[in-house]
């Protein structure tokens, strides 16, 4: 049992799995691994290793292997190939029994840089302008599993100096990195993310990180702190930059003290990385090119990239991507950074359709222009940005801006385009401004 539980941990790491799912089902143990966001199955194991198999991991987790009707969190360390890695366990019962899932947390992710994770130079320098400041508040948004915590680290990573003071609070800690002070909320005992805050203040911080603000209390303490000369990096869960400020507002933040601390907000997304070994490249159909509210040309044939998933038999295995068609993930971002004029909107609570057209007009990228360049790049598929990004809402909330753009667009200056990913600004397509 010892030699299965660390094949499969050693295959998912091989693999660069982000999470490890074992599910108990009616007639088998099931085995699957998150790679690259989706979910692959990993193995089918028989039924009757099901509490063998939970109990080792419990055992490596150092959990309660007699308590099965309640859940549980633990953290195995595992050293593999020279690198250190901590898994997350958390148990759960289930039906057929406890279901573990894990999270792979690299602790040499956090030197990756900021280089390694945004790609466009421009959204690049606004993430590096605002970790560089002495005091204010930088919120990364995004969902569960976008990369919030990666980007957050890396950005502490180019901080981190023996002249600065650097605390983070977390639930749980995900990442170690070495000169900063770490610590973990204990709701059991009351020790959450405000009271946390409360006590770093007492420690002649420098900068902060709290790992989600999620309720009034610790929104506003965060942004007490900001306004008291401290720099403060934190997470909420919202869908784009903009609606992050009306976010903040429905917590009961005063829309003034938004304006006065927040130096940017930084939205995130994680699509998968065509392999470059076995990609396909083609020619968009007009009616395809149309779902992202984009015209082709019959002149000008546009070239993009497909994964290739292998299906053939016959056909070998690309090596590099195990037949999957991806390889590896890439970040999409949307940086909203403040200037006087959003800071005015924000205190006169102007609706978030007209923060993010002036968002755009100050050089702005939305997630969808973000990904449609990476697209153009050979990066990723169009597949993935309709999977990850591409909405109805943000649809919607593309035409509500190009509706309210009455300024000449910089990217494209208003004119005809010569190919619908000129202008990742306003994705205006061609002749129709």
Request: some cysteine.
């Amino acid at each position: 049992m010892i030699a299965l539980v660390d094949r499969l941990l050693m295959e998912a790491l091989s693999r660069g799995a982000s999470d490890i799912h074992v599910e108990p089902q009616e007639e088998a143990l099931l085995v699957r691994l998150r790679l690259d966001g989706v979910l692959e199955e990993l193995e089918t194991l028989p039924k009757t290793l099901t509490p063998a198999v939970t109990s080792r991991l419990k055992i490596m987790a150092e959990l309660d292997i007699a308590e099965r009707r309640l859940p549980q969190d633990g953290r195995i360390r595992r050293s593999w190939q020279g690198k250190v890695f901590d898994l997350r366990v958390s148990t759960l019962p289930t039906r057929y029994g406890e279901k573990v899932c894990m999270r792979l947390l690299d602790s040499g992710a956090t030197h990756l840089g900021l280089e390694r994770l945004i790609t466009d130079p421009a959204a690049l320098a606004s993430v590096r302008a605002m970790g560089s400041k002495p005091f204010g508040m930088v919120l990364v948004t995004g969902p569960t599993g976008s990369g919030k915590s990666t980007t957050l680290y890396a950005l502490l990573a180019e901080r981190n100096d023996p002249a600065i003071n650097i605390s983070t609070v977390e639930d749980p800690i995900e990442y170690t990195l070495p000169g900063i002070s770490q610590t973990q909320v204990n709701r059991e005992k009351g020790y959450d993310f405000a009271l946390a805050l409360r006590a770093f203040m007492r420690q002649d911080p420098d900068v902060l990180l709290v790992g989600e603000t999620r309720d009034q209390e610790t929104a506003k303490t965060a942004i007490e702190a900001a306004l008291t000369g401290h720099l403060v990096l934190t997470t909420l869960h919202c869908n784009d930059a903009p609606s992050a400020i009306a976010r903040l507002t429905e917590m009961g933040v005063e829309p003034f003290m938004v304006g006065a601390s927040l130096l940017g907000i930084v939205s995130q997304r994680l699509v998968r990385r065509v392999c470059p070994s076995c990609r396909q490249a083609y020619h968009p159909s007009e009616h395809e090119l149309g779902r992202f509210g984009l015209l082709g040309s019959q002149e000008q044939r546009i070239t993009l990239f497909k994964a290739h998933r292998h299906s053939d038999p016959e056909e070998p295995v690309c090596p590099s991507c195990q037949g999957l068609g991806y390889q590896g993930r890439v970040g999409v971002y949307e940086v909203l950074r403040l200037n006087e004029t959003l800071a005015s909107a924000i205190a006169q609570r102007a609706s978030t359709d007209r923060l993010r057209k002036l968002a755009i007009d100050s050089g702005m990228k939305t997630l969808l222009g973000y990904g449609l360049e990476l697209v153009r790049q050979g990066l990723t598929t169009l597949e993935e940005i309709e999977r990850m990004i591409l909405t109805d809402a943000s649809l919607e909330s593309e035409r509500r801006v190009k509706a309210l753009h009455t300024v000449t667009c910089r990217g494209c200056g208003g004119g005809m385009h010569d190919d619908w990913l000129d202008c990742p600004y306003c994705l205006t397509p061609r002749g129709i401004h």
